[in-house]
C-alpha cells in the first residue's frame, strides 16, 4: 500500500466517521414519521451517499474530474431527499441560473442513457464512472483507475468499520 | 516506473549520445504492433537487443545482418514450432546464437499469456546475455553499429515474402523519411543510404513503413499509446487481468467497477447500527442471511423486504438434510455458497443470551444476532 494510498485511507476514515457520527446523533433531520421500512431504506442511502461524498472529498486533492461529478450528484441527490417528490419545482437559488439551462436540456433529452455517448463498452465504463459521459478515452481510464483504487479503499474502510459495529454488539 | 526499466535496459547497451525519446517512440511502435498488452518491462529488453540487433547496418557485413533479419523473422513465422526450426536455417555463424535468438522471440511471443511477468524478464535478460557473450564475430560490430549512436540507422529488410505480422522486425528500425520506405530493393544502397540518414540522426517520431508521416496519424499514434499506457496500469489494479485482449480487459474493468460499487452498497445496508435498524434486512425466518455474507442474501433480503421467505429457509434446510446425508463437506459448501454456516445449538443460544440487550424485543433480533453472527463466522473463516 503506497503512501498516497494511506494518506486516502485515513482521510477517507476520518471523514466517514465524523459523517456517521453526525447521522447518528438525533437531530431534526432524522425525526421523520414516515414506515420502518421506508427509514431504514433512506438511512442506508444516507449512508451509501455519505461514504460517496466523504471519499470524493477526501480524494479531491488530486484533482479529478470524479469526484466534483460525485459531489454535484451528491448534492442533488440529498436535496431530492429532503424535499420529497417534487425536487423540479423547488430549485435553490444557488443552483437557479445552472437549473434553468439544464431544463431546457433536459426538455431536448428525454432519457438519461441519451446523455451517454453510446460506443459500446466505453459506453458502460462511461455510465459507471462519474463524470464519464463528458470525458474522452484516454482520460476515462485515467479516472477509472484512480476511480477503482478508491473504490477498493472505500470498500476495505466500511468493511472495517462494520465489522467494529457488528463485533461490538 | 516502466519508462525507467526501459530505458536502464536500454541503458545498460546504449552509448550516451542516443536519443532516449525517439527510442521510447521505437520501443512504442515494437509494443503497437504487438497488438495486446504484454508486460512493458518483460518485452523491453528482447526490444532493446532486437534493436542492436538490426541497427548494425553501418559497420556490420551486411550477410550476418540480413542472416539475423532471417533468423529472427523465421522464429515469428514458424510460431507453433519447435526453437529447432530456426536452427536449420543455418545462415548464421554461430548455430548456438540462432537456437538462442529463436528462443528469445519464443518467449517474447509467449511472455504476454504468461503472468509470471518477472520470470519471463529474468528469462530474457539471461538469454540476451548469452547472445550477446556468445558468437564473437557479429555482436562486436553491433555493439559498434550501435555505439556510433544512430539508432536511425535502418537496415531494411524489405523482403518481399515478409507477412504483416512480420512487420514486427522492421517496424522497429522503420524508416524515417518515406523515400527509404518506397525502396525496398538492394542492400548496399540501402545501407549507405541508411549509413546517410544516420549521420543526420533527426529526433523525429519513427513512422511505421508504409504510413505517412503527417500531424494527424501521428497524433492518432500518440493517442492511442497513450490509451494503450493507461490499459496496461489499469491491468495492475483490477484483479484478473491476466487478459490480452482490450475488449475483454475493458468488461473485466466494467464488472470490477460494478462489483465494487455493489459491495459499498451492501455495506452501507449492514452498517446501520441502532436498535431495531437491522430488523428489517433480514426476513422473518431466523438465520436466513444478515447484511453481511455474500451480495445475493443482501439483495434477496433487502428487496424481499417483509415478505415471509420460511418456505426458501425450509427448502434450504432440507436441501441441506439432504447433502448432509451424502457428504458433510458439501452440505458445508452448499451453506457457504449462501452465506450461512453450521454452529451447534448450544453455542447459539449461548451467543444470543450472551449479547441480547434488555429492553430489545426478543425474537427477531436475536434471530438477526445468530444470522449475523453465524454468517459473520463463515465470511471471516473463508477469508484468506
Same mark, same amino acid.
Given at each position: 500500500m503506497s503512501a498516497t494510498t494511506q494518506q486516502l485511507e485515513r482521510n477517507f476514515t476520518h471523514r466517514f466517521l465524523t459523517s456517521l457520527r453526525r447521522m447518528n446523533s438525533p437531530d431534526s433531520k432524522t425525526t421523520t414519521t414516515h414506515a420502518a421500512g421506508l427509514v431504514i431504506r433512506r438511512r442506508s442511502l444516507r449512508i451509501k451517499r455519505a461514504a460517496y461524498s466523504s471519499m470524493a472529498r477526501a480524494a479531491a486533492g488530486s484533482h %479529478?474530474?470524479?469526484? %466534483?461529478? &460525485?459531489?454535484? %450528484?451528491t448534492r442533488s441527490q440529498r436535496r431530492r431527499q429532503q424535499h420529497g417528490v417534487r425536487p423540479n419545482y423547488i430549485i435553490p437559488p444557488s443552483q437557479r441560473r445552472k437549473s434553468v439551462k439544464r431544463a431546457a436540456k433536459l426538455k431536448k433529452k428525454t432519457k438519461k442513457k441519451s446523455v451517454v455517448r453510446r460506443l459500446g463498452r466505453a459506453g458502460k465504463l462511461r455510465e459507471l464512472v462519474p463524470g464519464g459521459s463528458r470525458m474522452? +478515452?484516454?482520460?476515462?481510464?485515467?479516472?477509472?483507475?484512480?476511480? &477503482?483504487?478508491?473504490?477498493? &479503499?472505500? !470498500? %476495505? !474502510? +466500511?468493511?472495517? !468499520?462494520?465489522?467494529?459495529?457488528?463485533?461490538? +454488539? | 516506473m516502466q519508462p525507467c526499466s526501459r530505458e536502464m535496459a536500454a541503458g545498460g547497451l546504449n552509448s550516451p549520445t542516443t536519443t532516449p525519446p525517439s527510442h521510447q517512440f521505437q520501443l512504442h511502435d515494437l509494443h503497437q504492433i504487438h497488438g495486446h498488452f504484454d508486460h512493458p518491462s518483460s518485452a523491453a529488453a528482447a526490444d532493446d537487443f532486437l534493436d542492436q540487433f538490426l541497427s548494425s547496418a553501418a559497420s556490420s557485413p551486411w550477410s550476418s545482418a540480413a542472416a539475423a533479419a532471417d533468423l529472427i523473422k523465421s522464429p515469428w513465422a514458424d510460431l507453433a514450432d519447435d526453437d529447432n526450426v530456426a536452427a536449420g536455417n543455418g545462415f548464421f555463424d554461430d548455430p548456438s546464437a540462432v537456437s538462442l535468438a529463436a528462443k528469445l522471440r519464443?518467449?517474447?511471443?509467449?511472455?504476454?499469456?504468461?503472468?509470471?511477468?518477472?520470470?519471463?524478464?529474468?528469462?530474457?535478460?539471461?538469454? @540476451? @546475455?548469452?547472445?550477446?557473450?556468445?558468437?564473437?564475430?557479429?555482436?562486436?560490430?553491433?555493439f559498434n553499429g550501435f555505439g556510433s549512436g544512430s539508432?536511425?540507422?535502418?537496415?531494411?529488410?524489405?523482403?518481399?515474402?515478409? @507477412?504483416p505480422g512480420q512487420s514486427f522486425s522492421a517496424g522497429g528500425v522503420g524508416p524515417t523519411a518515406s523515400a527509404a520506405?518506397?525502396?525496398?530493393?538492394?542492400?548496399?544502397? @540501402?545501407?549507405?543510404?541508411?549509413?546517410?540518414t544516420a549521420s543526420q540522426g533527426k529526433p523525429r517520431v519513427r513512422a511505421r513503413r508504409g504510413q505517412a508521416t503527417d500531424p494527424h496519424s501521428i497524433a492518432e499514434r500518440l493517442r492511442r499509446e497513450r490509451i494503450a499506457e493507461r490499459m496496461k496500469s489499469l491491468q495492475e489494479l483490477v484483479p484478473n487481468a491476466n487478459k490480452t485482449d482490450k475488449a475483454s480487459m475493458l468488461d473485466e474493468i466494467i464488472d470490477y467497477v460494478k462489483f465494487l460499487q455493489l459491495q459499498v452498497k451492501v455495506l452501507s445496508m449492514s452498517r446501520l447500527g441502532g436498535a431495531g435498524a437491522v430488523a428489517p434486512l433480514v426476513t422473518t425466518a431466523p438465520s436466513e442471511g444478515g447484511g453481511g455474507g455474500g451480495s445475493n442474501n443482501a439483495t434477496a433480503a433487502a428487496n424481499g423486504g417483509s415478505s415471509a421467505n420460511e418456505s426458501s429457509m425450509t427448502m434450504t434446510e432440507h436441501q441441506v438434510a439432504k447433502l448432509m446425508e451424502e457428504d458433510m463437506g458439501s452440505a458445508m459448501q452448499y451453506l457457504q455458497g449462501k452465506g450461512l454456516c453450521l454452529m451447534p445449538i448450544s453455542l447459539a443460544t449461548a451467543i444470543s443470551t450472551a449479547t441480547c440487550r434488555p429492553g430489545q424485543p426478543s425474537s427477531p433480533n436475536m434471530s438477526v444476532l445468530t444470522g449475523d453472527v453465524a454468517v459473520k463466522d463463515s465470511t471471516s473463516a473463508t477469508k484468506p
Open positions: %479529478r474530474a470524479w469526484t %466534483r461529478a &460525485v459531489l454535484s %450528484r474522452e +478515452m484516454g482520460q476515462l481510464l485515467e479516472e477509472t483507475a484512480h476511480y &477503482v483504487q478508491c473504490l477498493a &479503499v472505500q !470498500v %476495505r !474502510v +466500511m468493511q472495517a !468499520v462494520a465489522d467494529h459495529f457488528s463485533s461490538s +454488539m | 519464443h518467449h517474447q511471443i509467449n511472455g504476454g499469456n504468461n503472468t509470471n511477468g518477472n520470470h519471463n524478464n529474468n528469462n530474457k535478460m539471461m538469454l @540476451q @546475455q548469452q547472445l550477446l557473450m556468445a558468437g564473437d564475430g557479429a555482436p562486436a560490430p553491433l539508432i536511425q540507422s535502418p537496415p531494411h529488410f524489405h523482403h518481399p515474402t515478409m @507477412q520506405a518506397a525502396s525496398p530493393g538492394k542492400a548496399q544502397p @540501402q545501407a549507405s543510404g541508411s549509413a546517410a
